[in-house]
């Protein structure tokens, strides 16, 4: 049995350091855990990251390539039009090209201010319709 006098005390205090170090150790188990899960997703990332820089450098090295071919297509197309007026040709295409353009236009045009007429047409007779006009 528990004594009188100084015995309760001394069990309670020790319950409570029994549970606080009971406590600390799942804290730190907790922590643990999650410092484990920050330094996984931390190596992802750092992978990730390579991964993107590698893919950069494979992608800069492909501009540089299609930046020099550019420049070799400017070079050979300005030779080519050494001594050749290409604008009365360029023109005409664009004449041209703006002709088939405006044609295509006007059709459509007719073709939506038909449909527009048709709707308002079956528009005014259903409602003549239902006020029984007809």
Request: charged share 20%; aromatic share 12%.
């Amino acid at each position: 049995m528990i004594r009188r006098g100084g015995g309760t005390p001394k069990v309670v205090a020790g319950v409570v350091v029994f549970f606080g170090f009971v406590y600390f150790i799942y804290l730190y188990n907790d922590l643990s855990g999650q410092l484990k899960n920050t330094e996984n997703s931390a190596a992802r990332y750092r992978r990730d990251a390579e991964s993107a820089s590698a893919q950069l450098q494979v992608q800069m090295g492909h501009n540089g390539r299609l930046q020099k071919a550019l420049q070799a297509e400017k070079l050979k197309f300005k030779a080519s039009l050494d001594g050749k007026p290409a604008w009365p040709k360029l023109l005409s295409t664009l004449q041209l090209t703006f002709d088939m353009q405006h044609g295509s236009t006007i059709t459509k045009y007719s073709d939506v201010t038909d449909w527009i007429l048709l709707v308002i047409c079956i528009g005014f007779y259903v409602l003549m319709e239902s006020l029984n006009c007809l």
